[in-house]
């Protein structure tokens, strides 16, 4: 994919807004050069910084920094680059964008610099988004992440089960187009086998984007349970505030309750749910609606136990109906009356962890857990961020395969399958951008910031 040759030039300051030591003003296009006579009065050599004067456009000097000129392809935009870095007052970096706009630039738009090094090949898609997900790093384990994802770490994975497809999707389509040849796909173990190994390695890159997707958007916790099992307690002991309201009366909670906060940086979304019974008046029983409907759009589950109870048929009725997709972890609380041991255990179920919401004890094992979730010091060189729109593409991508093998094996229809696998690769060649619509390309470029 080429940018245009004849794109006008785009200017805008890249760094913050307010005073600051330093502040940038970034330019690129056909008369980045030109703009630099303008502004400097002399030539700048390539890639070299030089110390000098900035003038206005009646020859007034406004500002001493450095000048630095790229010349392209080899820029972050793949075209003509300039910046000037000045004194970082908002009125001197007003002044010296003006002065490069009236020499012939324009101002750019939101991520304008990042999609022109996309359209120039300088960077696929999913690097361009992690350009933006690194600054917008709320923790040292998402800025690595997204570095990784800037490398191209995670376009490497893709392109390469993209790769697989490809070529699975050229062999049954010789079957098809020439019988003559006796390529026999349908008699044979090999396009089962591939099909199977590429399912494997879409199910491990699904599982990395969805660790991806948690530390680039936070983790979607709903607390459910019996009432007056202490769950807003419990949201009130995360949220370190008293965000809902508490007290003896079974059924207090009857809509949901938002909470916002950070482990360590990783963003939580921490949900407090009407108490799951069945015996309720009319409003309780649309707060367990409302409730239900939050756990089937959560991440992750915390089924909190009175430990002084402990797990019986109705907990059991609630995890039965908990969907597949959703992790759940039980937690026991009112330890602190039952005197049990605080922290974490592992049975078959999976996590428990024993805490006291009131007391505070235990609930460090809680946070732990759920930052490990998230991928908090996972020690996983492989972890990238990853966006929504990236997951999407993936569950799709798998989707085409498991009907492709279903259409192979039961209904032994070559034609569908390989329109399956063409599906599965236009898919995957959304994410690093091959084939995506300008409209996706507005949206995605439009939430980065002005200078980038």
Wanted: a negative charge; aromatic letters at 4%; one cysteine or more.
């Amino acid at each position: 994919m080429s940018a245009k040759t004849d794109r006008d030039t785009i200017a805008a300051i890249s760094t913050p807004s307010g005073r600051g030591g330093i502040g940038i003003v970034r330019v690129s296009g056909t008369k980045a050069k030109a703009i630099a006579q303008s502004v400097i009065k002399r030539d700048l050599p390539d890639h070299q910084a030089t110390y000098t004067k900035f003038y206005s456009a009646d020859k007034m000097i406004i500002d001493h920094g450095i000048a630095l000129f790229f010349s392209g392809p080899n820029s972050f935009t793949g075209e003509d680059v300039l910046e000037l870095q000045g004194h970082g007052g908002p009125v001197v970096m007003d002044l010296l964008l003006a002065c490069i706009i009236e020499a012939g630039a324009r101002l750019a738009r939101p991520g304008e610099f990042s999609e022109r090094a996309f359209l120039n090949d300088r960077m696929d898609l999913a690097q361009a988004e992690a350009v933006a997900d690194l600054i917008d790093s709320t923790s040292a384990q998402a800025a690595r992440a997204a570095v990784r994802s800037l490398e191209g770490e995670f376009s490497s994975q893709v392109n390469a089960l993209d790769e697989r497809i490809i070529e699975l999707r050229l062999y049954v389509e010789a079957a098809l187009d020439f019988p003559e040849e006796e390529i026999d796909f349908l008699s044979v173990e090999r396009v089962t086998t591939q099909l199977r190994a590429c399912l494997e390695e879409t199910d491990k890159l699904l599982a990395s984007v969805k660790q991806g997707c948690l530390l680039k958007e936070g983790m979607c916790v709903v607390i459910i349970g019996r009432p007056n099992v202490g769950k807003s307690s419990l949201l009130n002991r995360l949220a370190q505030r008293e965000a809902a309201i508490v007290t003896d009366i079974p059924g207090t909670t009857r809509d949901v309750v938002r909470e916002h906060i950070h482990l360590d940086g990783m963003p939580l979304h921490v949900i407090d749910t009407a108490g799951l019974r069945s015996e309720a008046d009319t409003v309780e029983q649309e707060g367990i609606r409302r409730a239900w409907n939050e756990i089937a759009g959560a991440d992750q589950v915390l089924l909190m136990i009175d430990d002084q109870i402990g797990f019986e048929q109705p907990e059991q009725d609630i995890v039965d109906r908990i969907p597949e997709c959703v992790g759940v972890t039980r937690v026991h609380n009112k330890v602190d009356l039952t005197k049990n041991t605080f922290g974490s255990d592992e049975d078959d179920s999976g996590t428990v962890i024993n805490l006291s919401a009131k007391t505070g004890d235990g609930v460090d094992a809680l946070t732990d857990h759920l930052k490990t979730i998230m991928g908090h010091k996972s020690g996983e060189e492989g972890l990238f961020i990853a966006r929504r729109r990236h997951l999407e593409a993936i569950e799709q991508s798998r989707n085409y395969l498991a009907t492709g093998l279903e259409q192979l094996n039961d209904h032994r229809a070559g034609e569908l399958l390989a329109e399956d696998l063409r599906r599965d690769h236009q898919t995957l060649s959304t994410i690093t951008g091959e084939f995506v619509a300008d409209d996706l390309l507005g949206r995605i470029f439009s939430g980065f910031c002005i200078g980038k």
